[in-house]
């Protein structure tokens, strides 16, 4: 089945630690994404990715970074630099010409 | 600066009510208005529209667009329980690279 996989689906993390969050896709997607979501408020940009090995910073880049080594891999890390990191996580991937998304299920990050 | 704005935010309806929800944008370089729904985790798409006045549709729910406005609607008739959630509004932009730019959501809630 074609589809995008993140994990951990919860993780608990402790101050100033970092954590990294998987996301993997099998659709051969060009482009990934990732955003943040708080509660009550839309989808915010972190990172995406047009092509291997390149990315852009989205709105809210600080405090995180990305890799894109592989064409179906796009894990992002929550540094320690990140003030208020407890958010809903969502990956998401993309034909690079083409406008529809497809979302991950989500990883749900907890700061305690 | 690009921005999505959907109203309402919130709606509270019962079972066989129609509801309209609204999307209204400001992006340079539009390419795609997309909408999608989002009840637990993972949204999932529903409509992209990319000319004014052509309507979706799928059973109860359809969609249209004004590029002269800038706005659009999603309507849903004869509401179910199993229409509450969220209903994201993305524009896709193409400012150098894609990008899709988010609305907060309006959450609806369907009671029996």
């Known amino acids: 089945d074609g589809g995008i996989t993140q994990s951990p689906k919860y993780l608990f993390r402790k101050e100033g630690q970092n954590v990294t969050l998987s996301c993997e896709q099998n659709?051969?997607?060009?482009?990934m994404y990732w955003y943040r979501q708080d509660p009550g408020q839309g989808l915010r940009l972190i990172y995406y990715s047009q092509i291997v090995n390149d990315f852009q910073k989205g709105d809210i880049a600080e405090g995180y970074s990305v890799s894109r080594e592989k064409k179906e891999s796009f894990p992002l890390t929550v540094t320690s630099a990140q003030k208020n990191p407890t958010a809903f996580y969502l990956c998401a991937s993309s034909p690079r010409t083409q406008g529809e998304q497809f979302f991950g299920p989500g990883t749900r990050l907890t700061v305690l | 600066e690009d921005k999505v704005v959907q109203s309402p935010l919130s709606l509270v309806v019962h079972e066989g009510d129609t509801v309209t929800l609204n999307c209204s944008y400001e992006v340079t370089n539009f390419r795609s208005l997309l909408w999608y729904k989002q009840e637990k985790k993972a949204p999932t798409f529903l409509f992209m529209l990319t000319s004014s006045g052509i309507e979706k549709k799928s059973g109860r729910l359809s969609s249209i667009l004004d590029k002269k406005e800038l706005f659009s609607i999603l309507n849903i008739t004869a509401t179910q329980t199993g229409d509450s959630a969220v209903y994201l509004c993305a524009v896709e932009a193409t400012s150098g690279t894609y990008k899709y730019i988010f609305g907060t959501g309006t959450r609806l809630k369907v009671l029996a």
């Open positions: 659709l051969n997607h060009d482009a």
